[in-house]
């Protein structure tokens, strides 16, 4: 009969590491599923990216645009760790933000240039979205394109006017298979 080794008396026990999981629940959350993966990427690929060490504000903004983007009620759990965010929930966090820093948070490459008019009709007959409004390099707006109130805000927006002071516009929304689809007026800076 052959025994363990004897272990040190102050030697730490093996630790089981648990991997992050994301919990969604389409609105009205009535259901709930944590999903593996490959299938967060399917939904959103972004959300296949967060792992235990995501900073809080990459996390945060991060949940809270894919949460808008699907409709879903959104819950992030890593060791010690746990976000949430779901569809309607005020989101101030990018106001006053660069634009750079407001695209690396959300994890926005590119986009397609367009004409302001142009990509502002097309917003309005978007279901969902989400329309980034930025003013002087600087987020001034953040607006849900599946919430009534913030489509009433889309009527005032100043596309037209002399350059200098003019607004810049990012809109993206989630094609089939989880892929942002991202456009863009002129006068919003790249990246």
Known sequence: MTDDPPRAPRAPAPQAVTP????????PPQYAQTLPPSALARLDTRLAHLHARTPDDVLHATLRDAARLLGA????????RCAHAHPWQ???????????????LLH???G????P????AAVGRWPTGTLLVARRGVICAQLNLACD???LSLDDLELEGPPGPGVALYAHRLRPGGQLAAWHTP???RP
């Open 112 to 115: 397609a240039r367009c004409d």
């Open 73 to 80: 009620h959104l819950t992030f759990r890593a060791a010690g």
């Open 90 to 104: 005020a989101d101030a966090a990018l106001l006053g933000v660069s634009v750079r820093r407001a695209a690396h």
């Open 20 to 27: 992050p999981t994301l919990t969604v629940a389409f609105h």
């Open 117 to 120: 008019a142009e990509l502002h």
């Open 108 to 110: 926005l490459r590119g």
């Open 187 to 189: 006068r919003w800076p």
């Open 149 to 151: 109130l913030d489509r």
